[in-house]
């Protein structure tokens, strides 16, 4: 569906039965909880049945109720300030069994991103990543810590991987003035989006790099430069982003970089045992 919810209801309203009309003015108002409830409890919230709220989503264009939900969550996500992530989050969570109920949610998330994720698009990226001259990865914010620990992973495995470490835009073009035709960047960010990492990824098309981008839809601002769109489900349990999927994403990542890399990951490895256990890196075990 081309248009977003939002406007597909301003555009509609005046032909809206009472019912409807009810339904629009709540998602409008309120659409950060319109998001996570329910058709039910929609209905109860403002004052109509379920089956009305069902076909609301129908009079949209929307296949159903869940489908409109969908579009509403990922129009609402990027949207969402980090005190109003807090109110929803609290209004998710029932208090009563929150390790089960946010370790059940991450679990459901790294299942739609095995099915939604492109095979093709993966296998392409990795080989797009074995074949090149330098590798930069980047990734601000809360995608930080996945840039870092992909960064930490593919220096051990490929002679030229460069962090793009977050700091003013002018130093960040700095970082990728050598990026050309030879090279990948990976960039990863999930709403709310990094202004400055699809800047850098639109630098780097420009310059002919092959782009791979790791987000959550096709609808990121990051895809519109992708040659491999590698799709990671991300929502947020509280006001902190869920970021499991992306993790086992990246890790899937590493461990084919790692197979079809398997006699230069062992040599370094090997020189990296003798010197950790030279230095004494790690705790010996009695």
Sequence with gaps: ??????????????????GHRLIAQFILSHYDKAA???????????GVSESTVVRFASVLGFEGYPELQRSLQELMRNKLTSVQRIEVSNGRLDGEDILQQVLSHDAEQIRLTLEETSKAAFTNAVNAIEHCDTIYILGARSAEPLAKFLNYYFTLIFPRVRQVRNTTTSELFEQLLHIGDKDVI???????????????LEFAKSRNAHVIAITDSQSSPLAAYADDLLIARSDMNSFADSLVAPMSLINALIAAASLSNSDAVRKSFEQLERIWDEYEVYNKNK
């Design 1 to 18: 569906m081309e248009k977003d919810l939002f406007t597909l209801i301003n555009e509609q309203s005046s032909s809206f039965s009472k």
């Design 36 to 46: 996570f409830m329910t058709a039910q409890k929609l209905g109860q919230t403002v």
């Design 186 to 200: 990976i960039g990863i960010s999930f709403p709310r989006y990094s202004r400055q990492t699809v800047q850098m």
